[in-house]
């Protein structure tokens, strides 16, 4: 990978923690309670309880619905129901009419054809938008950063005494100039 490469990514990655911190304080704003069976459902598959709650524990599907509504990662307002005609084509029948079982071996059949290799020609599916919006919402959540994911600041050990030669180039981190 290449610095402008890891640079790019890095920005990236800062404006889309950016945007799901605005979504979240929104949410605290304003309760968004409308239940949501399918994206329930979905949430609970992608992310289930175990030892640390899942992403319906977290809050992720008002979160889900709120990020929808505003078009993060390029979703529109009718991708929620674009997902329900998607999961509901691979069961053949209701995909919430389906046991846990079969609703997951559902998405995982979902999951392997909307990531395998698209055909030209072949209509991109919503899951992977959907997808990385629930990923995003539980990681970004108090229960996904604070309980799952620990935070180290320096990981390994700091050495502040490195040799510098004239052939190194000066390190850059200056901000400023930035607009997401």
Known sequence: MQRRELLR????????????RNIWSALAAKSIASPDALLDAVCNLVIPDTDTPGATSAGVPAFLRLAIAHGLARTRPTDRHTLEMELDAAAKGTFLALSGAEQRLTLEALDAAAFASAAPGNPPSVWPRIKQLILMGYYTSEIGGARELRYRLVPGRFDPNLPVTADDLALSNDWVGLRF
Do not use: E, N, P
């Not at 990514?9 to 799901?20: F, P």
């Open 9 to 20: 990514m890095s920005l990236l990655t800062a404006a889309a923690v950016a945007a799901a």
